[in-house]
């Protein structure tokens, strides 16, 4: 939907607009006069032939022109019919900003399925209900009611939207306290008709957009977020994402607040590592990214060296860079020379180069040393620590870096510890320039590691073009678990992994003793037996399983043992019969899986089994499908992949096979995705390099 | 040391003084004059009669009286003479702004060794060098040079001692913007003489130092850190330490610039868990956790309410609480009906509570809803979140909430996002009622948990009083190992454990065949062989190692084997025999050991074994030594506890035997500290409960 009218209309309509500017249907008409919107403004109230200035028509039907855009307060039971009033008037975007609809239950929210039924019938861009409005600084639209819409933001390059308006004020406040303009700011609301992602692909269009920001509790259509991210990675416009809802008790509070559903926050992760989207946990972790983003430049990679005047701001910045993933390793003998020549003699030449307030001493020195590291073709970006310079000197520190910044394409960072009443000058410096300025070394640090992590992603999510993923399509097992409402015995379920290609143990089902001796013998001793019944799902619990069992005898007594235990155990339960399966010897367990979220759809899951799994959590998921190199990166970010690798004397693992096999079950989980609703392979068994791999037990549940 | 006549001189001689307030020699004349300090002050310059309107002597002789204090910014050659003179003139204290000494290196070192000895000889203490002074703001003390002295700081209770200059006064600014006011500020400089430690020492007897605060890049005496620590805690003056040189480019720049080895980061964690110190990470951080101390209360536990007009704030809120480790449970029946009278009928009495901005619609409902939630016993502290409210509405707010925290003991925090242009009245409310206001609902969930830890802390540490920790003395092993330079071998190694009543694998020394079969056959089969060199570390990569023996001929026959071998590959090789182990099946592996670290001392080290210990690097420190309670913490912080605490259906493992052996191997490491400098037990085999221990290998090196 292109929402270029409603970020700049040409006209707005305010219906049911107050005479009274307390209320908030007064307020509407107040700052757009005080912010003095250069459109035509129409009030419409029976009551008044004009209200603050503007005139005012009786209903929306009377109005001389169909205004671009109309701001709504009336109460919840008209809004119906006033949206209605407004389709028919051919009005596109409407902000409503009433209260009383999903978010309080029951009648609300058969209320708000009804405007956004009438909205979705007339095309009618709906934002809210619930919410605070919108900014837009550049066309002076200030559509909204409260207190923050008594000041006037900076017009800069920060375009945000927020599930919550107060958050959204916040954020936009501490990003412009940061020295970061804005230029559209949503308050989204109950998000009816437009959501967070319909204003992120608008933002992504809109030219003067360059840095994107969303607070979000939750997304109906979380699934659409990765390709929209995707889109604004390949455009190279950031998104950061301030996600709350993340513990138990959070997310409860988060669904009674927006009505929405929060999505786990597994998937979340998921998909913002594989679009590239940077993830905040505050506001002011928000401005600090954003204004590094403003800077305009990207790492090429992560060597990163840093100069400072005060050792310890050194010791900081490196250990947040190394912590963030970042290198800082000693100089070039090059760039060691050149220094050489710049540098009091007593300065030790490493990285950090602490310079000591000498640095300052001669005027060129600053100059040459900065020209001496952004040269270094080894060093991809540059933290600069002023420490607390003020007045004429910090004016010319401040202008030798903005013209460091300006005249090549390295990301730089400051540190400066001067209050900004005694170094203004410099200050208006940094900000023209765009340079970003932090007030402790740590956080300067964090965003110059959050640069090289983001341009990582760039690189990363933008090799996955010439990685199509995987893609099988087996029309005959999706009509076979079309309609299936019960979960899949082991048996079926490995065949069903068989038929995509993933190695599972060679196995037979059998309904009698002899029929299992016989299998036994095809494939040969020892083998395992497990009953096969879709009512007894903890096999080993009902004495339904027995393992090693080396000759045909042990194998027909063990049929004889299992199928016993199994009619004590469960007397109704559906018997399929018995699997007889090969042992294997050796190998690595993990777990593949797959769940199928009403929100983000198919996702896969690995991990390793056992303790690292359901203790330590050691676990990754990707949205399905998944690319070959994005399956390689998941079976290398678990914390223990050093267990796979090769670590403490072991063998290193199939690696190959194990990627190719979560290959397939992406293409898998894409294939059944109408029909399947979770996936466990536990364990899958991984050889040592060229051994393979086997999946020795699984259980699929259809989707409901 | 007293320190009272430092922070409070009656007063101050400042040695070299010039006429040139833009040199640092000018510089302090110049502060003490504008901040208008009361006592006398003398110049010391034999050219000047009179320096800024004080008098001016030719030395320090010449002075009428001892001041309290001097300050010095001589040469650093001139230095060693300077404080001998100070010295012979009975001066006590002595800031010394000089660099050049420790933190250049070379002729520096020599020049500060004999500046400390003359202090010492004359029992001077000196601040400094190479520091920038200090500052008190109750007895306008502003005693040092640079632009942080152009400002005043307003009185307050924090006091912080910084082993940088620079960010003394970053993280003074930070505290005074984040209305938090100060006391003391020192700048401690190379610690010549007055370390960070003997500052804090000070501030902890200093009535009016409330919170304490200390910038850290590595500590000479880091042993002294847990008593300082303890002392502090017991006396509820909290010390949040923000210690830097994490990483190991971060290391080596702080051993470049202080002059001071950093001690390892793993045993800054076990002194600061020890202790109970606060570990900050940023200077924001220590002002917002400043902030929360400065209100003065302590939950008495982890169960924390939120009240709320913006869900989203109450989700983040929530969260924040819950990821720190406090508790965010439903209300009590009783506290639900005293709220339900009180708050309009569609809010949802949850918690977080969302009360919407109707709160704030009655007078009396803001109220009402405070006492109910203070007055719950079921809630320990409380996240008040009131969003952007502005002028009247936010001091009656303002004056509602300082009500409330005045009448009771229970923490209080509150979030306002609200500019203070706005609601100036409001804000001055909050301070003067020292009620620690975030301009996050993030920081102030972070800072009420760090509450909630700190008194955690607080209950944990005097508990210990009440559990000495074990003592053993066992002369005769220390004589034993006096002297010792070589490792011990693993026979010795376990003897020493033995000794200290440590169970270890039954096993004889043998020095034949023959005596290594008697010795199996006594010992019981199936057992081990291992051949015991001092001159061969990897026994088993040297073939000196043969397991699951089961038999006297097996034996003999291995006997032989391991001793060929040694031969062979250690031709040179003192062989002491072959130990004959006993070989035990099942139980779960762990690490223990010890290092004596230089500058902490003994540390005790607990892991589970394998992977965990080497790849997860899953283990946990403490100083020895080591009381009880503070074992049996050691045992369960591990993430991998679940394994040893019965997880997967594992029998629960012996962990009294378990805490047995730790707090053995704390008593050996305090008896043992001047002759071993190094154990390892890898691995303890840790049995199901009932089933002991047994110390399997060991190494000990000794202490050079």
Redesign the interface.
């Known amino acids: 939907m292109d929402l270029s009218r409603l970020f700049n209309p040409a006209s707005i309509a305010v219906i049911g607009a107050s005479q009274d500017e307390r209320t908030i249907s007064g307020q509407p008409i107040k700052y757009l006069r005080k912010h003095a919107f250069q459109g035509r403004v129409y009030a419409v109230n029976p009551k008044y032939t004009e209200v603050g200035g503007y005139p005012c028509f009786a209903d929306i039907a009377s109005l001389p022109e169909t205004p671009d855009l109309a701001m709504m307060a009336v109460a919840a039971a008209r809004v119906p019919a006033m949206i209605e009033a407004c389709g028919r008037k051919g009005i596109r975007f409407v902000i409503l900003f009433t209260a009383g609809f999903a978010?309080?239950g029951g009648e609300g929210i058969r209320l708000q399925d009804e405007l956004a039924a009438t909205a979705r019938r007339y095309d009618i861009g709906i934002v809210g209900p619930n919410c605070q409005g919108i900014i837009s600084t550049a066309n002076d639209v200030y559509a909204g009611f409260?207190?923050?819409y008594?000041?006037r933001y900076k017009a800069g390059p920060l375009s945000l939207v927020s599930?919550?308006g107060?958050?959204g004020?916040?954020v936009a406040?501490?990003a412009e306290d940061a020295g970061v303009g804005l230029r559209h700011i949503v308050s989204s609301g109950n998000e009816a008709v437009l959501g967070v992602l319909d204003f992120i692909d608008y933002f992504i269009d809109d030219p003067d957009s360059e840095v994107l920001a969303a607070?979000v509790?939750g997304l109906k259509d979380a699934r659409r977020l990765l390709e929209v991210g995707r889109r604004a990675l390949h455009r190279r416009k950031p998104i950061l994402v301030w996600k709350?809802?993340?513990?138990?008790?959070?997310?409860?509070?988060?669904a009674?607040?927006?009505a929405n559903l929060g999505g786990s926050a597994a998937l979340y992760e998921a998909v913002f590592k594989q679009a590239g989207i940077v993830r905040v946990?505050?506001?002011?972790e928000l401005a600090d990214y954003a204004k590094a983003f403003q800077g305009g430049k990207l790492p090429k990679g992560r060597r990163m060296a840093a100069i400072t005047v005060?050792?310890?701001?050194?010791?900081?910045v490196?250990?947040e860079l190394?912590?963030q993933g970042c290198e800082?390793q000693p100089l070039s003998p090059e760039t060691t020379a050149k220094l050489r020549d710049v540098v009091p003699t007593?300065v030790?030449l490493?990285?950090?180069i602490?310079v000591t307030a000498g640095l300052f001493d001669r005027e060129d020195m600053l100059e040459k040393a900065l020209a001496a590291l952004l040269d270094d073709p080894a060093i991809d970006g540059l933290a600069i620590l002023v420490?607390?310079?003020?007045g004429k000197l910090a004016e010319r520190v401040a202008r030798q870096i903005a013209e460091a910044h300006a005249r090549q394409d390295k990301p730089i960072v400051v540190w400066s510890?001067?209050?900004r009443s005694?170094a203004e000058e410099a200050y208006a410096i940094y900000e023209a320039a765009r340079i970003p300025l932090y007030?402790?070394p740590?956080?300067a640090g964090q965003s110059l590691a959050m640069l090289s992590k983001y341009a990582a992603a760039v690189e990363r999510v933008e090799g996955l073009a010439e990685a199509p993923p995987l893609v099988i399509s087996r029309p005959d097992v999706r009509a076979r678990l079309s309609g299936r409402t019960q979960d899949l015995s082991e048996f079926e379920a490995t065949e069903v992994l068989a038929a995509y290609g993933i190695p599972v143990t060679r196995q037979r089902l059998a309904r009698t003793a002899e029929e299992a001796a016989a299998h036994a013998s095809e494939l040969g001793f020892p083998v395992a037996l497990k009953i096969q019944s879709p009512d007894i799902a903890h096999k080993t619990e009902a004495g339904g399983v027995r393992l090693s069992l080396n000759d045909r005898a042990a194998v027909a007594m063990a049929f004889a043992e299992i199928v016993a235990n199994a009619g004590r155990n469960a007397p109704a339960a559906q018997i399929d019969g018995v699997l007889v399966q090969e042992m294997l010897a050796g190998g690595t367990e993990v777990i593949l899986g797959v769940t199928n979220d009403s929100q983000f759809g198919p996702a896969v899951m690995f991990g390793l089994g056992?303790?690292f799994t359901?203790?330590?959590k050691d676990v990754t998921f990707r949205i399905a499908p998944v690319a070959r190199p994005e399956v390689e990166r998941m079976i290398r970010e678990i914390?223990?992949f050093?267990?796979l690798g090769g670590?403490?004397g072991r063998p290193r693992a199939d690696l190959r096979a194990l990627a190719d096999a979560i290959e397939r079950l992406s293409a898998l989980a894409m294939d059944l995705r109408d029909v399947v609703g979770e996936i466990d392979i536990n364990p899958l068994i991984v050889f040592a390099d060229g051994g393979g791999v086997r999946a020795v037990d699984a259980l699929i549940k259809p989707r409901r």
């Open positions: 978010e309080v409260g207190g923050p008594e000041f599930q919550s107060g958050f004020f916040a406040n501490m607070y509790e709350v809802g993340n513990s138990e008790a959070g997310a409860n509070a988060a009674s607040h927006t946990h505050d506001s002011l005060s050792g310890g701001a050194g010791v900081l490196a250990d190394i912590a800082v007593f030790k490493s990285n950090p602490d420490a607390s310079i003020t510890s001067t209050r005694v007030p402790s740590v956080r056992g303790i359901e203790v330590l914390r223990a050093a267990l670590a403490r």
